[in-house]
């Protein structure tokens, strides 16, 4: 746990300054999907994917240190973590559409944003 709290700490800092639109490298998280737009940008129960994380970078696909998804948010929890078939958010499911639709602890994310559909 203490690797996490590091992160904890060390991203508090910076929760301002990171923001999508702010990091080059992420930029639009789903970006290589038209469909996804902003996860969790329109739906406050998401908060921002990545912002807390600094370690983030591109969600899951190029990122092998990606870790935990959500970890600063308890409805979040670990995605891809508990579920074996997620692993990489959308590296198997071109649409992306339903996050987390194997993962009964995630529900469907996106599925509260119209955007997202």
């Known amino acids: 746990m203490a690797p996490e709290k590091d992160l904890l700490d060390e991203s ?12 080059p490298n992420l930029q639009y998280i789903g970006m290589y ?4 737009q902003y996860i969790g940008m329109y739906n406050p129960n998401l908060q921002y994917i990545g912002m807390y994380n600094l ?3 591109y969600i899951g696909m190029y ?11 308890p409805s979040l929890k670990y995605i891809g973590m508990y579920n074996p078939n997620l692993q990489y ?3 198997y499911n071109p649409n992306l559409q339903y996050i987390g ?3 009964p602890n995630l ?11």
């Open 12 to 23: 508090a800092q910076h929760v301002k300054s990171f923001v999508h639109s702010s990091n």
């Open 63 to 73: 990122n092998s240190n990606l870790q935990y998804i959500g970890m600063y948010n």
């Open 89 to 91: 958010i959308g590296m």
């Open 55 to 57: 370690k983030l970078q």
């Open 33 to 36: 999907s038209p469909n996804l």
């Open 101 to 103: 639709m194997y993962n």
């Open 107 to 117: 529900q469907y994310i996106g599925m509260y944003n119209p955007n997202l559909l």
